[in-house]
């Protein structure tokens, strides 16, 4: 697929994955929409990028205030007119234990990650129902097939994405709407820092998972020749990809 000249929204693009993306989409020559809570940073990307101020709309959104989907769908068909692709990126992780996190936490984790991604993927869907075109890639995570102490809200959210994608993929075949689920491994983001303690304190620290995590730039090109073809599934990462085999053929080895 050439993405040249495509109208393409990222969520989460003021940081981490979702930013490198939004610089790869750009050399593409696309016509973007960058969104997330923090207009700063946003504008801080949008300047660092050289697409004319008709190719780009900054709209901040807070995935966790759902209820307002339908405005913001409104305002990128105001400025374009039309969403060839949605990339939902945007969310956030965890760093407590289950019995240490408060039922509010859960709930703001699956607004973010679960509920606000999926109403915007279904008000997006609508449309690309009608131009009878369009693509959803949604950044799940390999910890969406498996669970690890101090994840199980995200972890659940990222298997709830699963379920619900698998499934929408073959409701949208017959409109022309694909579906590409992408699952990072580690990627060096500030997703540790940005995470939430079990009472929904920053935990502003970083894993060394994530400081020895795939570069986001090696990420953003992998994840662009995953957006280019028809696949449904893409893992990106490095060496922890291969948990993913390990849960499914050896599942003993995760509750030793
Ligand atoms: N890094 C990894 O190793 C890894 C692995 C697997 C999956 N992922 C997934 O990759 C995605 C991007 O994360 P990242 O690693 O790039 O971390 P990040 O640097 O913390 O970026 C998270 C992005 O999500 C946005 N966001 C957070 N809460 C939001 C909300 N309520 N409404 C709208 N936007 C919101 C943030 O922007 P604002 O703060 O401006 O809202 C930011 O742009 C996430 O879905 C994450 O779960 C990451």
Aim: include cysteine; glycine fraction near 8%.
């Amino acid at each position: 697929m050439d993405l040249s000249g495509k109208v393409i929204w990222i969520t989460g693009a003021s940081s981490g994955i979702g930013e490198a993306i939004t610089y790869a989409l750009a050399k593409e020559g696309c016509k973007l929409v960058i969104s997330s809570r923090r207009l700063e940073e946003l504008n801080r990307v949008r300047s660092n990028i050289s697409l004319a101020d008709q190719d780009v709309l900054v709209l901040p959104i807070d995935l966790e205030q759902h209820q307002h989907t339908d405005e913001w769908v409104k305002a990128v068909m105001e400025k374009f007119n039309r969403i060839d692709i949605l990339i939902n990126n945007g969310g956030i992780s965890q760093k407590s234990f289950a019995l240490a996190t408060d039922a509010a936490i859960e709930r703001k984790i699956m607004d973010i990650n679960y509920f606000g991604n999926v109403a915007l993927s279904k008000a997006v869907a609508r449309i690309m129902q009608q131009q009878k075109s369009g693509k959803i890639a949604v950044i799940a995570s390999i910890i969406g097939k498996f669970g690890l102490p101090d994840l199980s809200t995200y972890s659940a959210s990222k298997h709830a994405l699963y379920g619900f994608y698998d499934s929408f993929r073959l409701e949208l075949k017959e409109d022309n709407i694909s579906v590409l689920i992408v699952s990072p491994g580690f990627i060096n983001t500030n997703v540790a820092i940005n995470s939430v303690t079990g009472d929904g304190k920053l935990v502003n620290k970083n894993s060394p998972a994530m400081e020895n995590g795939m570069k986001t730039g090696v990420f953003a090109r992998k994840f662009i020749t995953a957006l280019k073809s028809t696949k449904n599934h893409k893992y990106i990462g490095k060496k922890e990809l291969l948990s993913v085999p390990f849960k499914t053929f050896f599942p003993n080895i995760f509750t030793a």
